[in-house]
């Protein structure tokens, strides 16, 4: 199997948007674009994928990492989401980054700012070992970049006890709602007050585990680390 992330065509700058990921409810805010698409991918840090098992729907959420075209996932061999779609389950995967909570003069309107991706496919097994590890380190160091070389690396047990997949940046779209309350001409001069509390994720002071030896203090890389996409 090639699971090499390298497109063999030149990728075009926009996602042709199909049946299942044409933005039908305010279309106004789909997004096509692959740079906003991969902004928002980039800047997330928990995916959604919904499947369906022995007829149930499910969605679970997990970790992931953009590599170049594709989206990395792992878990246990044992995992019910991940065995279906090494199987080759369609899954439908989503992230959503939320910006703001809209409110509004009246309750109907109220609303929140986001950005969100929705990507449909089937998910390949990555199977090569250094393949396997490759992706093993990117989901690593999206957590905290610059760990990998920190920590000690993983044996073939736990490289043979770990499940990765990766599903292919072929069908997506975005969606992004920004800027104040819309609503109606009547309602805006009600007394109330009415605009944006905007909604970040931000992280706090690192804290030592417990056990730790004497003398180990946090790395620098942890104590500026800070989301992707919203640095100060």
């Given amino acids: 199997m090639n699971n090499s992330n390298k497109p063999t065509e030149p990728v075009s700058s926009q996602f042709v948007p199909t049946d299942r990921t044409r933005v039908r409810r305010y ?3 789909a997004r096509y674009e692959r740079a906003t698409i991969e902004a928002i991918l980039d800047e997330g840090m928990v995916c959604h ?3 369906v098992h022995d007829g149930h729907p499910f969605v679970l959420p997990t970790m992931y990492v953009r590599d170049g075209e594709r989206i990395l996932i792992h878990g246990s061999p044992l995992s019910r ?3 279906g779609a090494a199987e080759g389950l369609a899954l439908c995967v989503t992230v959503t980054l939320l910006d703001g909570v809209v409110m509004a003069r009246s309750a109907f309107h109220h609303s929140m700012n986001y950005r969100s991706v929705a990507i449909i496919g089937r998910a390949r097994e990555v199977i090569e070992p250094t ?6 380190r990117a989901l690593v160091e999206r957590l905290i970049p610059g760990r990998w ?6 044996t073939p047990g736990e490289i043979a006890g770990t499940r990765v997949l990766e599903i ?6 975005a969606k992004v709602r920004t800027g104040g309350p819309v609503e109606l ?3 805006e001069s009600f007394p109330v007050w009415a605009g944006v509390v905007p909604l970040s994720l931000t992280p706090g002071e690192p804290i030592s585990d417990a056990k730790l030896a004497p003398g180990i203090e ?6 500026r680390w800070r989301c992707a996409g919203r640095r100060p």
């Fill in 149 to 154: 070389a920190d920590v000690r690396q993983p």
């Fill in 168 to 173: 292919p940046l072929l069908e997506a779209s």
């Fill in 81 to 83: 989401m991940l065995t």
């Fill in 185 to 187: 001409a009547e309602d």
């Fill in 131 to 136: 393949a396997k590890l490759a992706a093993m």
């Fill in 218 to 223: 946090a790395p620098e890389y942890v104590r």
């Fill in 27 to 29: 279309p106004a805010r």
């Fill in 49 to 51: 994928v919904g499947f």
